[in-house]
T-cell receptor, first 110, second 113 residues
């Protein structure tokens, strides 16, 4: 069965501190992993996907197949990063049939 | 606004009533998805369309739920004989044929009293 676990409901950090949002998944094949973000009063939007290997707004995420993890990291948090972050998994048929985790609220304090 | 549009934004209904939601995807997007999100959880896949064809339905989509996408444009999601457990945010999303980036609407918040 496909499953995504985000162990933290809330992560609170100070501005300028490093951020790591944890995501673990369960899937028997080779999944595609995503991070979605929802800022206050905005729509859910794609932040990044592992196959793109991009850094978006300073965030990166590395797929670790051995540990079945896809943690989201940023070296220096900014107040505008405060949002709800969802990790999601796709079994690729179709690509956007996603299994989401429960989400982590990131709160960046000044 | 050329994004995904959903109507209504909020719907309050009594148990046993029927409700219908509408989604207008980004034009030229072939694929349209419906998700449901309950409090404290991430979105859950319900169904998706490629053009007018409904290609997959989740087991979450009971017989009381039906979705259509006539002519491959807008889509409707109908819930018959609503139950309190149907209370949730219903999200619509669309993507191009190659299933690249998924664009979400603002959702319809359903409350069943």
């Amino acid at each position: 069965a496909q499953r995504v676990t985000q162990p933290e409901k809330l992560l609170s950090v100070f501005k300028g501190a490093p951020v790591e949002l944890k995501c673990n998944y369960s899937y028997s094949g080779s999944p595609e992993l995503f991070w979605y973000v929802q800022y206050s009063r905005q729509r859910l939007q794609l932040l990044l996907r592992h196959i793109s290997r991009e850094s978006i707004k300073g965030f990166t995420a590395d797929l670790n197949k051995g540990e079945t993890s896809f943690h989201l990291k940023k070296p220096f948090a900014q107040e505008e990063d405060s949002a709800m972050y969802y990790c999601a998994l796709s079994g690729l048929t179709p690509l956007n049939k996603l299994v989401f985790g429960a989400g982590t609220i990131l709160r960046v304090k000044s | 606004d050329t994004g995904v549009s959903q109507d209504p934004r909020h719907k309050i209904t009594k148990r046993g009533q029927n409700v219908t939601f509408r989604c207008d995807p980004i034009s030229e997007h072939n694929r349209l998805y419906w998700y449901r999100q309950t409090l404290g959880q991430g979105p859950e896949f319900l169904t998706y369309f490629q053009n007018e064809a409904q290609l997959e339905k989740s087991r979450l989509l009971s017989d009381r739920f039906s979705a259509e996408r006539p002519k491959g444009s807008f889509s409707t999601l109908e819930i018959q004989r609503t139950e309190q457990g149907d209370s949730a945010m219903y999200l619509c999303a669309s993507s191009p044929f190659r299933d690249e980036k998924l664009f979400f609407g603002s959702g319809t918040q359903l409350s069943v009293l």
